[in-house]
Antibody, heavy 118, light 108 residues
Framework: EVQLVESGGTLVQPGGSLRLSCAAS????????MSWVRQAPGKGLEWVAN????????YYVDSVKGRFTISRDNAKNSLFLQMNSLRAEDTAVYFC???????????WGHGTLVTVSS | EIVMTQSPATLSVSPGERATLSCRAS??????LAWYQQKPGQAPRLLIY???TRATGIPARFSGSGSGTEFTLTINSLQSEDFAVYYC??????????FGQGTKVEIK
């Protein structure tokens, strides 16, 4: 069974940093693009970042460029999101998702909540 | 950036009836469109990709249609488990990969 399990979400102060993790199992992790998608409380879905199989290509939504870094460890079947200079508007549930080669997200993890507040 | 606009924001439907959800793209996305279902407290689930192909395990009462800029998700004979929020997403022009704001299907 394909599984994605996120962790690392917590309460952090504005300007702080946080590292999210996503543990993948049940599929050949190293052969897929991977993504982070977030959802602010009561709001819709917003794509955040993608990373290619070998980490050689990365894409970010404009609002996080220069602050967030997506990375992966194929040996450990893990995806990461390093979040720096956090702002209140970064408060959201962050989902890890597998990106199909054509561009849809499937499956998704259960999400981890990041709250940025003083 | 391609902007995806869904309508209506909320759709009230009785169990057993049909629900018709719309998604419009600000420019053509060909057939590169997906639909997702999200229930409260859960992760989104892929329903449709390629505008009209059901994902694995998705019941036949879900169908997608459209191409270019206008798309429709139809849910026939709504079941209790179908009341949820539905999102469309384009993957024709990226980055960014963009979602609509969602349509909530609620019990009438």
């Amino acid at each position: 069974e394909v599984q994605l399990v996120e962790s690392g979400g917590t309460l952090v102060q504005p300007g702080g940093s946080l590292r999210l993790s996503c543990a993948a199992s049940g599929f050949s992790f190293s052969t897929y693009w991977m993504s982070w998608v977030r959802q602010a409380p009561g709001k819709g879905l917003e794509w955040v970042a993608n990373i290619k199989q070998d980490g050689s290509e990365k894409y970010y939504v404009d609002s996080v460029k220069g602050r967030f870094t997506i990375s992966r460890d194929n040996a450990k079947n893990s995806l990461f999101l390093q979040m720096n200079s956090l702002r209140a508007e970064d408060t959201a549930v962050y989902f890890c998702a597998r990106l199909n080669i054509f561009g849809w997200f499937d499956p998704w993890g259960h999400g981890t909540l990041v709250t940025v507040s003083s | 950036e391609i902007v995806m606009t869904q309508s209506p924001a909320t759709l009230s439907v009785s169990p057993g009836e049909r629900a018709t959800l719309s998604c419009r793209a600000s420019q053509t996305v060909s057939s590169n469109l997906a639909w997702y279902q999200q229930k409260p407290g859960q992760a989104p689930r892929l329903l449709i990709y390629g505008a009209s192909t059901r994902a694995t395990g998705i019941p036949a009462r879900f169908s997608g249609s459209g191409s270019g800029t206008e798309f429709t998700l139809t849910i026939n004979s709504l079941q209790s488990e179908d009341f949820a929020v539905y999102y469309c997403q384009q993957y024709n022009n990226w980055p960014p990969w963009t979602f609509g704001q969602g349509t909530k299907v609620e019990i009438k």
